[in-house]
């Protein structure tokens, strides 16, 4: 099944805009890819090897990496306009002898005017057959979410030590947010959480770049009922719960309590060959994590099917991954049911106020001394229910009362992530720099089958208030006065208009579309609501969400941890 | 897309007077660098030329399977003229083993002579990674037709299977699941048994359902056999798709593993730097003219080349 949303468009736009436009049509041509960090993320995270060497790429290159003459082919540059990427692309044809026969340059983003000077006084000029600009600056990580590969943004934005290159940070952040309406071929009206100076700071350069943008490409925006699309800038701080909770569905609950680096997954198996570890890459190629990724635990019933493998190994492949899944799933569960079952019930408690009967949580610190005291959980896992126990009290609590949590669960030397987070304007200390500030209020839900899985991240509440256009404008400012909302109904016959839906690119799609950029990293669970709220509007709405990373608990706290201290100069 | 290339081609015009290259030892660079160029281009041809040749048989043999497909619905859905639709499935789906068993070979080569590649340049140049990397994806490639050719033919096995089932009741023996199996694995023979338990019940009134079981028996074994040789094919290369798979169609992992291209010039240069030290004529006479040195060096550059 082709992946569908940002991962297709993307993807289409490099193989078609990107790798077969250097020859003509029904020419083959042979190719060198060659491609800088960022080029290398963002094709990597939606084009195969097979795909492009389809295509006449024979081989991808590192610009940075010291690389062979091949004078019989022409190279594609892939690459972000820095200084270091272009000048390792002028290095390639400063000899006599050209490392490659032509090449054809392809930046992320805009070129800005000096690197561009360079460029054309060397010899690069002379052999550029092609030079671009394809306006892509992000990770399209899945359908519907994307990822400005920075993890450091956490510390950029927040950190309690002054940063010079704050300005310059954001208006680069913007820059990618930009590219990721222009593919999407979006103008759409840009609101921010009212409260952070950032938001706004961030909002206002994010609709300067869309601006320029849309001088260039004039067709972003048009469309039946785009003029509804918005693009929401909020800060981490509003919802600092939703990266902190122990989560039960699939995805969420794999990246939390395993160790998952980069997408690839890590286990021993028996399969066909003797036992081995095998490396799997968790993304959406793989059909079967597609429909598990956001399945409770519980629901994910994956059968095992090993025995069939051995008899019939034409169906290796499809069970190869059902058994990827059984792993996870078993991994999963182990952890869970070692130290993490009682752990669940309390921190549910605390983040509903309530118990599953609902009867409202009486005494909290009851609760959560037991678990700060059993020396089995890990110091993190202790963390976090200290946040969630300052969280559920809403005003924050005394330095005396912190100290005393902070010495039951012995995590002392942890202890700065707790009051770090009030850099994100939450109200940890009583009294204190965020006093006042609050948690926003928020829907009743009905209908959560699992106790232990009741809460509901705060940004999917905003989603459908956005939907249903009733997000505050007063809270929810606009950058710009929007287009007036169409609230009738044309009627739309069946038998019109449609013939265009077989035919069209992936980016266009009809609808409107809600764009949310979360500073300082979004949570799975955040991405999960993305997908339930696009799929309860029907498809009338898409809703994508993305951040400069995509948190786990653990990567949270660390980048916690680091925002009182100076940055490591190796990083 | 913003197309910026008319821009730079006019500043390089006002630029290029400006423009002065490099000094650069032509001894030391020209020399080696032309031997290199013509070895790694011709390699690469060849690689690039074969790998192209299965990338085309690979989509031929996809459409044949395709064809396969469409033709075994046409069979499984009509009720007329069903032998000369069978004929048609089976010469599409043996040209399609053929097809593949050549191919299959075609590949072990092109693995072949990328291992040959790694041995004689090193892993890590250009022409290995490109012989390794076609031959790597083409694997994959053929895989995948391969399983979909497999599951197109368990398919039409599991049609054939019900037929026989349905036909056996209407001639009012039924015939459970395990009991098929016995039977078509005993090829001809099973046949015999097989209408010898049918023939005592109205075989008179029902004999196109006589008929009917008996052509799909035969079908069904003919099917089973393909479909093991077919077992035999996907074994040798399970195992192989087992221990690559996805990852290594993932070009960041891909890229990770390549590493930096160390110049085989480099060895050649550390060899003339010794050989300059212990040059004879400059040891016993400094003020020899250069060009006397110069030519030392070439022949001795030359040398260490072979």
Same mark, same amino acid.
């Given at each position: 099944m082709a992946p569908s949303g940002l991962k297709a468009v993307v993807g289409e736009k490099i193989l078609n805009g990107v790798i077969k436009s250097?020859?003509? +049509?029904?020419e083959w041509k042979v190719t060198v890819l060659i491609v800088d960090h960022m080029g290398m993320r963002i094709l990597s995270s939606c084009c195969k090897m097979s795909d492009i060497l389809a295509m006449g790429v024979t081989i991808v290159e590192d610009i940075n990496k010291r690389r062979e003459r091949i004078c019989s082919l022409e190279a594609i540059y892939l690459i972000a306009p820095v200084q270091k990427s272009v000048r390792a692309l002028i290095n390639d044809f400063? /000899?006599? $002898?050209?490392?490659?026969?032509?090449a054809h340059i392809f930046f992320t983003e805009p070129c800005p005017d000096g690197l561009f000077t360079e460029i054309g006084r060397s010899r690069v000029a002379k052999v550029a057959k092609t030079l671009k600009e394809i306006n892509i600056a992000f990770l399209p990580c899945e359908s519907q979410v994307f990822s400005?590969?920075?993890?450091t943004s956490l510390y950029s934005f927040y950190s309690s030590k002054p940063n010079e290159e704050k300005d310059k940070m954001i208006e680069n952040l913007a820059e990618q947010i930009a590219t990721v309406c222009d593919t999407l071929k979006e103008y759409p009206a840009v609101r921010y959480r009212k409260g952070p100076e950032e938001n706004a700071r961030l909002a206002d350069e994010v609709y300067r770049r869309l601006t320029a943008h849309k001088a260039d #490409?004039?067709?972003?925006?048009? =469309?039946? /009922?785009?003029?509804?699309t918005q693009l929401l800038i909020v800060d981490? $701080?509003? +919802?600092?719960?939703s990266p902190i909770l122990h989560e039960l569905t699939f995805q969420a609950m794999a990246y939390d309590l395993l160790d998952i680096k980069q997408d690839i997954y890590m286990y021993q198996t028996t399969g066909i060959g003797d036992s081995k570890e095998r490396e799997v890459l968790l993304n959406e190629d793989d059909d079967l994590w597609v429909q598990l990724r956001h399945m409770h635990i519980a629901d994910a019933n994956i059968k095992d099917l090993s025995q069939m493998l051995k008899k019939m190994p034409q169906y290796q492949k499809d069970l190869s991954m059902y058994s990827t899944h059984l792993h996870l799933a078993e991994a999963c569960m182990k952890k869970f049911k070692a130290s993490l079952d009682k752990l669940c019930e309390v921190e549910q408690d605390l983040v509903m106020?309530?118990?599953? /009967? =609902? *009867?409202?949580?009486? /005494?909290a610190m009851k609760s959560i001394v037991p678990v700060l005291l #059993? #020396? *089995?959980?890990e110091p993190y896992d202790k963390i976090r229910i200290i946040l969630l126990y300052i969280f559920h009290k809403k005003k924050g609590i005394t330095e005396e009362n912190l100290a005393k949590l902070i010495q039951h669960a012995n995590i002392q030397a942890d202890s700065n992530i707790i009051t770090n987070l *009030?850099?994100?304007?939450?109200?940890?200390?009583? =009294?204190?720099?965020?006093?006042?500030k609050t948690l926003p209020e928020r829907k009743e839900r009905t209908g959560s089958t699992y106790d232990l899985s009741r809460w509901t991240p705060i940004i999917k509440d905003v989603m459908e208030n956005v939907i249903d256009d009733k997000l505050d404008k007063r809270q929810w400012p606009f950058i710009s006065d929007p287009a007036p909302i169409n609230t009738t109904q044309t009627a739309v016959s069946?038998?019109? =208009?449609?013939?265009h839906k077989n035919k069209s690119?992936?980016?266009?799609?009809t609808g409107p579309r809600l764009i949310i950029f979360v500073i300082g990293g979004v949570a799975h669970s955040e991405m999960r609501s993305a997908y339930e709220v696009t799929q309860a509007t029907d498809g009338k709405w898409e809703v994508l969400i993305g951040s400069s990373h995509i948190l786990t608990p653990t990567s949270f706290l660390n980048d916690l941890k680091s925002l009182d201290q100076v940055p490591n100069p190796d990083c | 897309m913003l197309e910026r290339l008319q821009t730079i081609s006019e500043d390089h015009e006002d630029e290029e007077s400006e423009f002065n290259g490099p000094e650069h030892d032509v001894d030391k660079v020209t020399l080696s660098q032309q031997a290199v160029i013509f070895e790694n281009s011709s390699a690469i041809d060849e690689v690039l030329k074969e790998a192209q040749f299965i990338r085309k048989e690979i989509s031929l043999l996809q459409l044949e399977v395709e064809r396969m497909c469409m033709q075994n619905e046409r069979f499984g859905t009509s009720v007329r003229r069903l032998t000369l639709l069978k004929k048609d499935c089976d010469s599409i789906a043996k040209g399609v083993q053929q097809r593949a068993e050549v191919l299959y070979v075609r590949l072990q080569d092109l693995g072949k002579m990328s291992n040959q590649l790694e041995e004689k340049e090193?892993?890590?140049s250009a022409v290995s990674r490109i012989a390794r990397t076609q031959y790597d994806t083409l694997t994959l490639a053929f895989h995948a037709v391969m399983s979909d050719y497999s599951k197109a033919e368990e398919k039409q096995k599991n049609t054939c299977r019900r037929r026989i089932q349905r036909q056996a009741s209407i001639m009012g023996t039924d015939i459970t699941d395990e009991q098929l199996d016995v039977l078509v694995d005993k090829g001809g023979e099973g046949w015999t048994e097989l209408s010898q338990s049918l023939q005592p019940q109205a075989a008179r009134t029902c004999r196109l359902a006589f008929c009917e079981i008996k052509n799909r028996h035969k079908e069904l074994v003919e099917l089973e056999a393909r479909l093991k040789e077919v077992h035999e094919l996907f074994l040798q290369m399970a195992v192989l798709v087992e221990e690559q798979g996805s990852i290594l169609n993932n070009i960041e992992v891909h890229m990770h593993r390549t590493q930096e291209h160390v110049d085989q010039i480099n060895d050649h240069i550390k060899k003339a730097i010794q050989y300059k030290k212990k040059n004879p004529f400059l040891q016993c006479c400094?003020?020899?003219?250069?060009a006397v040195s110069k030519a030392y060096k070439k022949y001795v550059s030359s040398n260490s080349l072979n």
């Amino acid at each position: 099944m082709a992946p569908s949303g940002l991962k297709a468009v993307v993807g289409e736009k490099i193989l078609n805009g990107v790798i077969k436009s250097v020859k003509k +049509d029904g020419e083959w041509k042979v190719t060198v890819l060659i491609v800088d960090h960022m080029g290398m993320r963002i094709l990597s995270s939606c084009c195969k090897m097979s795909d492009i060497l389809a295509m006449g790429v024979t081989i991808v290159e590192d610009i940075n990496k010291r690389r062979e003459r091949i004078c019989s082919l022409e190279a594609i540059y892939l690459i972000a306009p820095v200084q270091k990427s272009v000048r390792a692309l002028i290095n390639d044809f400063k /000899d006599v $002898g050209f490392t490659y026969k032509a090449a054809h340059i392809f930046f992320t983003e805009p070129c800005p005017d000096g690197l561009f000077t360079e460029i054309g006084r060397s010899r690069v000029a002379k052999v550029a057959k092609t030079l671009k600009e394809i306006n892509i600056a992000f990770l399209p990580c899945e359908s519907q979410v994307f990822s400005l590969d920075d993890p450091t943004s956490l510390y950029s934005f927040y950190s309690s030590k002054p940063n010079e290159e704050k300005d310059k940070m954001i208006e680069n952040l913007a820059e990618q947010i930009a590219t990721v309406c222009d593919t999407l071929k979006e103008y759409p009206a840009v609101r921010y959480r009212k409260g952070p100076e950032e938001n706004a700071r961030l909002a206002d350069e994010v609709y300067r770049r869309l601006t320029a943008h849309k001088a260039d #490409n004039p067709s972003m925006g048009e =469309g039946p /009922d785009k003029a509804r699309t918005q693009l929401l800038i909020v800060d981490r $701080g509003f +919802d600092p719960i939703s990266p902190i909770l122990h989560e039960l569905t699939f995805q969420a609950m794999a990246y939390d309590l395993l160790d998952i680096k980069q997408d690839i997954y890590m286990y021993q198996t028996t399969g066909i060959g003797d036992s081995k570890e095998r490396e799997v890459l968790l993304n959406e190629d793989d059909d079967l994590w597609v429909q598990l990724r956001h399945m409770h635990i519980a629901d994910a019933n994956i059968k095992d099917l090993s025995q069939m493998l051995k008899k019939m190994p034409q169906y290796q492949k499809d069970l190869s991954m059902y058994s990827t899944h059984l792993h996870l799933a078993e991994a999963c569960m182990k952890k869970f049911k070692a130290s993490l079952d009682k752990l669940c019930e309390v921190e549910q408690d605390l983040v509903m106020g309530a118990t599953p /009967d =609902g *009867e409202p949580l009486k /005494d909290a610190m009851k609760s959560i001394v037991p678990v700060l005291l #059993n #020396n *089995e959980l890990e110091p993190y896992d202790k963390i976090r229910i200290i946040l969630l126990y300052i969280f559920h009290k809403k005003k924050g609590i005394t330095e005396e009362n912190l100290a005393k949590l902070i010495q039951h669960a012995n995590i002392q030397a942890d202890s700065n992530i707790i009051t770090n987070l *009030e850099n994100l304007g939450c109200n940890i200390i009583a =009294g204190g720099s965020n006093a006042g500030k609050t948690l926003p209020e928020r829907k009743e839900r009905t209908g959560s089958t699992y106790d232990l899985s009741r809460w509901t991240p705060i940004i999917k509440d905003v989603m459908e208030n956005v939907i249903d256009d009733k997000l505050d404008k007063r809270q929810w400012p606009f950058i710009s006065d929007p287009a007036p909302i169409n609230t009738t109904q044309t009627a739309v016959s069946a038998r019109f =208009g449609h013939w265009h839906k077989n035919k069209s690119p992936p980016e266009y799609r009809t609808g409107p579309r809600l764009i949310i950029f979360v500073i300082g990293g979004v949570a799975h669970s955040e991405m999960r609501s993305a997908y339930e709220v696009t799929q309860a509007t029907d498809g009338k709405w898409e809703v994508l969400i993305g951040s400069s990373h995509i948190l786990t608990p653990t990567s949270f706290l660390n980048d916690l941890k680091s925002l009182d201290q100076v940055p490591n100069p190796d990083c | 897309m913003l197309e910026r290339l008319q821009t730079i081609s006019e500043d390089h015009e006002d630029e290029e007077s400006e423009f002065n290259g490099p000094e650069h030892d032509v001894d030391k660079v020209t020399l080696s660098q032309q031997a290199v160029i013509f070895e790694n281009s011709s390699a690469i041809d060849e690689v690039l030329k074969e790998a192209q040749f299965i990338r085309k048989e690979i989509s031929l043999l996809q459409l044949e399977v395709e064809r396969m497909c469409m033709q075994n619905e046409r069979f499984g859905t009509s009720v007329r003229r069903l032998t000369l639709l069978k004929k048609d499935c089976d010469s599409i789906a043996k040209g399609v083993q053929q097809r593949a068993e050549v191919l299959y070979v075609r590949l072990q080569d092109l693995g072949k002579m990328s291992n040959q590649l790694e041995e004689k340049e090193s892993p890590n140049s250009a022409v290995s990674r490109i012989a390794r990397t076609q031959y790597d994806t083409l694997t994959l490639a053929f895989h995948a037709v391969m399983s979909d050719y497999s599951k197109a033919e368990e398919k039409q096995k599991n049609t054939c299977r019900r037929r026989i089932q349905r036909q056996a009741s209407i001639m009012g023996t039924d015939i459970t699941d395990e009991q098929l199996d016995v039977l078509v694995d005993k090829g001809g023979e099973g046949w015999t048994e097989l209408s010898q338990s049918l023939q005592p019940q109205a075989a008179r009134t029902c004999r196109l359902a006589f008929c009917e079981i008996k052509n799909r028996h035969k079908e069904l074994v003919e099917l089973e056999a393909r479909l093991k040789e077919v077992h035999e094919l996907f074994l040798q290369m399970a195992v192989l798709v087992e221990e690559q798979g996805s990852i290594l169609n993932n070009i960041e992992v891909h890229m990770h593993r390549t590493q930096e291209h160390v110049d085989q010039i480099n060895d050649h240069i550390k060899k003339a730097i010794q050989y300059k030290k212990k040059n004879p004529f400059l040891q016993c006479c400094p003020c020899l003219p250069s060009a006397v040195s110069k030519a030392y060096k070439k022949y001795v550059s030359s040398n260490s080349l072979n």
